[in-house]
Nanobody
Framework: VQLQASGGGLVQAGGSLRLSCAGS????????MGWFRQAPGKEREFVAG????????YYADSVKGRFTISRDNAEATVYLQMNSLKPEDTALYYC????????????????????WGQGTQVTVSS
């Protein structure tokens, strides 16, 4: 599956952004999906994950209550709604697809994911 992330930009602290990740092909619903981010000089970190059918979602502690992951399998798209943004959320955000996750699972480790999008930059000013 090919993934195309979009929706990043520059926003003031406290603001919101919605990221989208469009997948190619007709097998999108077979993949658990995840959002990761990487700030300069830091390792890539898990942000949120969603199971194949969308019934289970998982979040990093740092974004719980502020970010919401969702998916539309008919549109082959996964979303990340980001509210109450903070300067520490500044990073390059990647979406990723995992072909081996169980139906209700989505993992937090980057090496579990088989396919990656190109990244979209999110910058939060203070």
């Amino acid at each position: 599956v090919q993934l195309q992330a979009s929706g990043g930009g520059l926003v003031q602290a406290g603001g919101s952004l919605r990221l989208s990740c469009a997948g190619s092909g007709r097998t999108f619903s077979r993949y658990a999906m995840g959002w990761f981010r990487q700030a300069p000089g830091k390792e890539r970190e898990f942000v949120a994950g969603i199971s194949r059918g969308g019934g289970s979602t998982y979040y990093a502690d740092s974004v719980k209550g502020r970010f919401t992951i969702s998916r539309d399998n008919a549109e082959a798209t996964v979303y990340l709604q980001m509210n109450s943004l903070k300067p520490e959320d500044t990073a390059l955000y990647y979406c990723a697809a995992d072909s081996d996750a169980g139906y209700l699972s989505a993992y937090s480790r980057p090496y579990d994911y088989d396919y990656w999008g190109q990244g979209t930059q999110v910058t939060v000013s203070s």
